[in-house]
């Protein structure tokens, strides 16, 4: 029996005006991963409540991605936070100096971000997610690309979290 498998992304800052990137990072998704429900998405980097209710709702046995770019990636572990049940994978691009310091929680399985330190962006991507205490930090994989914010557009970032979302999605009790 397959798993229903969802993915709820966020755009950063502005959404769309500045950020096509999550838009073709979500159609990628949908390309390459069958029958994967990305309800909305992207949504804007501020509907964190409107997606914690669409998790909440999801069956027991989905697997879940929730992920965003620049503030969506600062809002991706609250997501996960509020959400109160298992998140298979949170997934960022560059989350901001200047966005919500939050933390990876116990619930979320896997977790990766890519972060920037490109002196051009000020700040913007620099943000790397503190896992709270406890938390295993080998299912928290954080990666250094020092490309111009948001940075999502990148194949090769992109690619490995479609890859990592194909892996969880074969073995989803897998957290590493």
């Known amino acids: 029996m397959t798993r229903p498998v969802h993915l709820l992304w966020m755009y950063g800052m502005y959404g769309p005006i500045t950020d096509p990137g999550s838009r073709e990072f979500v ?8 029958n994967i429900d990305v309800h909305k998405s992207p ?6 409540n409107q997606i914690v209710d669409i998790v909440k709702g999801l069956s027991s046995d989905s697997v879940i991605f929730v992920g965003g770019t620049s503030l969506g990636s600062n809002n991706a572990p609250i997501v996960a ?19 919500a310091h ?12 890519f972060y920037s330190l490109n002196p051009l ?6 943000y790397i997610w503190k896992p709270v205490q406890g938390f295993d930090v080998a299912r928290f994989h954080h990666d250094e690309r020092d490309l111009i914010h948001p940075g999502d557009g990148d194949i090769r970032s992109q690619n490995a979290f479609l890859d990592e979302m194909k892996r969880i999605i074969a073995n989803p009790g897998d957290g590493q």
Request: no cysteine; charged share 20%.
């Open 27 to 34: 159609n990628r998704v949908v390309g390459d991963i069958p």
């Open 43 to 48: 949504y804007r980097d501020y509907d964190v």
């Open 81 to 99: 936070e509020y959400a109160k049940r298992n998140i298979h994978g949170v997934f960022g691009f560059q989350a901001s100096y200047w966005g």
């Open 102 to 113: 939050s933390e990876l929680t116990k619930n979320v399985l896997f977790a990766h971000l």
């Open 121 to 126: 962006n000020g700040g913007l991507g620099s």
